[in-house]
Every structure is written in C-alpha cells, then in structure tokens.
C-alpha cells in the first residue's frame, strides 16, 4: 500500500512511502535537506516500522522538536495503521 504523509515543523514537507505488511519500502521525501533525504531512505529500506521507530522516533533537528528521520517514524506508524484498517475492511 502506497503512503503519503504531510510533515509538520520540518524543511522537508511531504514523505511518501509503501507498507507491505509491517515492512517499508520506497521511501521518499519532497524538500530538506538534498544529502540526508536520499540517506534515509537507503537506511530504513525493508525494516520494519518498529525498527524503524526505535532507530528514529525522538530525534531532533537543532532547535526544533522534531526532524525528517522522527517524521518517517510517525509517517510509518501512521501508514501501518492505515493498512491494518484497509485490510479489515
């Protein structure tokens, strides 16, 4: 399943993604920072969203309460549960 999720308090403004189960794929992120949104993606490819959530969930980008690699976490949390609805329905 396809996933589009709008960040918020981030450069980056829009992160698409695909859930195969509870496995990501195809992460993709529209404006940041060009070298560690083409990093990310490459790292989290085909791990799991809890994995995904402990290795980035709580980060901070400087001053802010969040960042584009705590954005994927909660983009993939959302997407999963998103899935497990469809699924049910």
């Known amino acids: 399943m396809h996933y589009d999720y709008k960040t918020q308090g981030t450069c980056s403004q829009w992160i ?17 920072c ?4 083409k990093a990310i993606p490459v790292l989290v490819e085909g791990m799991t ?3 995904v959530e ?6 901070r980008c400087g001053y802010k309460d ?7 976490a909660r983009a993939v949390r959302e997407a999963y549960a998103a899935a ?3 699924a049910e329905a």
């Open 16 to 32: 698409g993604l695909d859930i195969d189960g509870d496995v990501v794929h195809n992460v993709q992120f529209l404006g940041g």
């Open 34 to 37: 060009d070298g560690n949104l």
């Open 49 to 51: 969203v809890e994995e």
């Open 54 to 59: 402990k290795k980035l969930s709580g980060i």
């Open 66 to 72: 969040t960042s584009c690699g705590d954005q994927l």
């Open 84 to 86: 497990q609805k469809e």
